[in-house]
C-alpha cells in the first residue's frame, strides 16, 4: 500500500534551519506531485509543493523566500528546506501525494491529496 514517511522535524530556535524529508513507497513516485501542508490549530494549511518532474513549485505567501522545496526521485523523496524558522511556523508538517488531473490548479487545496503522511512536529521558539 502506499505509504508516506516524514522525518526532521524537531525543536530549533527563531531564524534557525530544519529538513524535512518526505519519503514515499508503494506506486510510482515520479507520476506523482506532491505537497506539504501544516497544521497549528483545526485548519491545514498549504505550505508548498512540487510537480512529477520537480520542474514547478508553489509555495504559500508566509513561507516564500524562506522555504524551498525539492525531489529525487531516484530515491522516493521530497524535501521541505526550512529557514529563517519563525515561531508562527510551529506546527505539524505533513507531506501528501496528488494524482488529481490539472493539479497545478489546485496544488493549494488538500482535498486533492489522496495520501498523507502522520505528520512530523515543527516547534520553533522565540
Known amino acids: 500500500q502506499v505509504q508516506l514517511v516524514e522525518s526532521g522535524g524537531g525543536l530549533v530556535q527563531a531564524g534557525g534551519s530544519l529538513r524535512l524529508s518526505c519519503a514515499a513507497s508503494?506506486?510510482?513516485?515520479?507520476?506523482?506531485?506532491t505537497g506539504w501542508f501544516r497544521q497549528a490549530g483545526k485548519e491545514r494549511e498549504f505550505v508548498a509543493a512540487i510537480?512529477?518532474?520537480?520542474?514547478?513549485?508553489y509555495f504559500a505567501e508566509s513561507v516564500k523566500g524562506r522555504f524551498t522545496i525539492s525531489r529525487d526521485n531516484a530515491k522516493n523523496t521530497v524535501y521541505l528546506q526550512m529557514n529563517s524558522l519563525k515561531p508562527e511556523d510551529t506546527a505539524v508538517y505533513y507531506c501528501?501525494?496528488?494524482?488529481?488531473?490539472?493539479?497545478?490548479?489546485?496544488?493549494?487545496?488538500?482535498?486533492?491529496?489522496?495520501?498523507w503522511g502522520q505528520g512530523t512536529q515543527v516547534t520553533v521558539s522565540s
Open positions: 501528501a501525494q496528488s494524482g488529481t488531473p490539472r493539479w497545478s490548479r489546485y496544488y493549494s487545496d488538500y482535498l486533492r491529496y489522496d495520501y
Open positions: 510537480s512529477t518532474t520537480g520542474g514547478t513549485t
Open positions: 508503494g506506486r510510482t513516485f515520479s507520476n506523482y506531485a
